[in-house]
């Protein structure tokens, strides 16, 4: 009998310049962007949908490392439009952030990445940019999308904003210092988001693609050292109205009197602006009111909470105890948070009990 012998052809990985000769033919990139491109350091945040599509571009094209961030695991529903994943990931159950890196090591084994599964809030996000030159933003939420803004215009990092929603996106390219902020665009904080979506609004595979394209391009050209060809306009687009807009962003920083790259007042950074009010009672409890109030079915809540422990309910009020903590949640969204007289640690509870 014969030895079989299955060719695995390891050789083809011999001579890595094959894996990026494409790129590298391209004119604006060359073999000096390419060395720039593999010397990046990116932090993707969020793995989701707009992030999982970055990150794989991003880890193909040679991005030297890809510090990958999310709090949320695997169900069903995201593989419709979340294109890095599969069936596989979602019967073990895997934080995306966990299954992003597996599966880019697959594209690209070359590329150093590091899983974050963690909330990106005020009390992680310096260190999560820490010794990052670029971020691509996957995130779905204005308060995320503030935060960013701010911490990157304090430590002068690029930044690249993009949002999706039904078949609707958008985004634009941060340069701290030379193109306007998310705040000279978005003026007005809380309100922006409310005015701009409505909650069950679904989302469609193809405008996360365009958006996490046109991000990836931006990417591209910043890593690379070609910077002047950046997007210095906002792209708005919404594929099922047949609607490519492209908006003018550059009288907002006209004025000169933008809060953040003017006055540095970070105040999602710093506490300020979260998704609630807070407020100490007494010496070991805060009460936090959420900017957008509405009616909370307890008994609903308690079976989804159910999950953390015991919370015990009444038609008023539903307690559940966290560790040292108590949280208790009223039928209008508002909660004490009893056993702390931090701020950021209450709303934190809030954001990964109440608002999840
Ligand atoms: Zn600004």
């Not at 490392?65 to 979602?90: A, T």
Request: glycine letters at 6%; proline letters at 3%; aromatic letters at 8%.
């Amino acid at each position: 009998m014969g030895k079989l012998f299955i060719m695995k052809h390891e050789h083809v990985f011999k001579d890595e310049t094959n894996r990026y000769s494409r790129q590298v033919q391209f004119k604006p990139i060359r073999e000096n962007g390419l060395e720039k491109i593999k010397a990046g350091r990116v932090l993707v945040v969020g793995c989701g949908g707009i992030g999982s599509i970055s990150s794989e571009i991003l880890a193909r094209a040679g991005v030297g490392y890809l510090r990958l961030v999310d709090r949320d695991y695997l169900i069903l529903s995201d593989l419709q439009c979340q294109m890095l994943f599969d069936e596989n990931d979602v019967r073990e159950g895997l934080p995306k952030a966990i299954a992003a890196k597996r599966k880019l090591r697959k594209f690209n084994s070359t590329v150093k990445t590091e899983a974050h599964v963690q909330d990106v809030n005020r009390n992680t996000i310096e260190e999560l940019t820490a010794d990052i030159d670029l971020v691509m933003d996957g995130t779905d939420n204005f308060r995320t999308h503030y935060l960013i803004n701010e911490i990157c215009v304090k430590n002068k990092i690029p930044w690249i904003y993009g949002d999706c929603s039904g078949a609707t996106g958008e985004t634009m390219t941060v340069i701290p210092g030379i193109t306007p902020c998310f705040q000279c665009v978005f003026k007005t904080d809380n309100k922006a988001e409310k005015s701009r979506r409505s909650e069950n609004e679904g989302i469609i595979a193809p405008a996360v693609s365009v958006i996490a394209s046109i991000q990836c391009a931006e990417a591209l050209k910043i890593l690379s050292g070609n910077r002047d060809n950046i997007n210095k306009v906002m792209y708005s687009i919404h594929l099922w109205e047949n609607e490519f807009q492209v908006i003018d962003v550059a009288e907002s920083r006209q004025r000169r009197d933008c809060p953040v790259c003017d006055y540095h007042q970070f105040n999602y950074l710093n506490g300020k602006y979260g998704t609630t009010y807070a407020s100490l009672i007494g010496n070991n409890a805060i009460q936090l009111i959420p900017f957008e109030s509405s009616e909370i079915n307890l008994m609903e809540a308690a079976i989804e909470l159910s999950t953390h422990g015991d919370p015990l309910y009444n038609e008023f009020v539903l307690r559940l105890k966290i560790d040292e903590y108590e949280i208790a949640l009223f039928r209008d969204g508002r909660a004490i948070i009893r056993g702390t007289s931090d701020v950021a640690i209450a709303q934190d509870l809030y954001a990964n009990y109440i608002e999840n």
